[in-house]
């Protein structure tokens, strides 16, 4: 047994020498792949130290975009609303004209109506006195009749005269739109030719 007990010391020896490579390879290898696993775990913690800085800046950047976006807005909101405001001022503005202008027009067109219904009050007036006047100018002229004939030649002249004045009336009433002067007129010549 002798020679079995040198091979299986010698084998025991040289696996006990293996097993001292391996076991250093295997010491090697795993201080290698501790080492290899701390700096992974660093560069995790750097990777998530990192990305949570940048998680953080890009919140930053989305809260600094929508204030810009809000302030953007909410001047243009301002001043969509001052535009609004400016226009409703000056709508408010062209209403109030319009309607002193319109108020204006009423109150002349009033003026205007007043005048023409006095004028045609007056005119309604100088008509009856026209008619007045034929009238009488018929009475005398039949009172002539009876008188005799020269009496028939004044009232001509003054039938002639009378129409006339009532031509010469209207045409003055025409051309300044004044009844009282026109008035005035006939009555003086009327006298003048009855008396004179």
Same mark, same amino acid.
């Given at each position: 047994?002798?020679? %079995?007990?040198?091979? @299986?010391? !010698?084998?025991?020896? =040289? &696996?006990?020498? *293996?097993?001292?490579? /391996?076991?250093?390879?295997?010491?090697?290898?795993?201080?290698?792949?501790?080492?290899?696993?701390?700096?992974?775990?660093?560069?995790?913690?750097?990777?998530?130290?990192?990305?949570?800085?940048?998680?953080?800046?890009?919140?930053?950047?989305?809260?600094?975009?929508?204030?810009?976006?809000?302030?953007?807005?909410?001047?243009?909101?301002?001043?969509?609303?001052?535009?609004?405001?400016?226009?409703?001022?000056?709508?408010?503005?062209?209403?109030?004209?319009?309607?002193? %202008?319109?108020?204006? @027009?009423? !109150?002349?067109?009033? =003026? &205007?109506?007043? *005048?023409?219904?006095? /004028?045609?009050?007056?005119?309604?007036?100088?008509?009856?006195?026209?008619?007045?006047?034929?009238?009488?100018?018929?009475?005398?002229?039949?009172?002539?009749?009876?008188?005799?004939?020269?009496?028939?030649?004044?009232?001509?002249?003054?039938?002639?005269?009378?129409?006339?004045?009532?031509?010469?009336?209207?045409?003055?009433?025409?051309?300044?739109?004044?009844?009282?002067?026109?008035?005035?007129?006939?009555?003086?010549?009327?006298?003048?030719?009855?008396?004179?």
């Amino acid at each position: 047994m002798g020679k %079995k007990s040198r091979i @299986a010391a !010698a084998a025991t020896a =040289a &696996a006990a020498g *293996r097993n001292s490579r /391996l076991i250093e390879n295997l010491k090697t290898v795993t201080a290698s792949l501790a080492k290899e696993a701390l700096q992974t775990r660093k560069k995790m913690e750097q990777l998530q130290f990192h990305l949570a800085s940048m998680a953080a800046d890009r919140d930053i950047c989305d809260g600094l975009e929508r204030d810009v976006l809000a302030l953007v807005l909410s001047s243009s909101l301002g001043e969509a609303a001052e535009r609004r405001t400016a226009e409703m001022t000056a709508a408010t503005e062209r209403e109030r004209n319009l309607s002193a %202008k319109i108020e204006s @027009a009423v !109150a002349e067109l009033n =003026a &205007a109506e007043m *005048r023409l219904l006095s /004028l045609v009050t007056e005119k309604d007036a100088k008509n009856k006195e026209l008619e007045d006047l034929k009238e009488r100018l018929q009475s005398m002229e039949e009172q002539a009749r009876k008188r005799g004939k020269p009496w028939k030649k004044w009232l001509y002249s003054a039938a002639a005269t009378a129409t006339l004045l009532a031509t010469t009336a209207l045409a003055t009433f025409c051309c300044d739109g004044s009844f009282a002067a026109s008035r005035i007129c006939l009555r003086e010549i009327f006298f003048f030719f009855f008396f004179f």
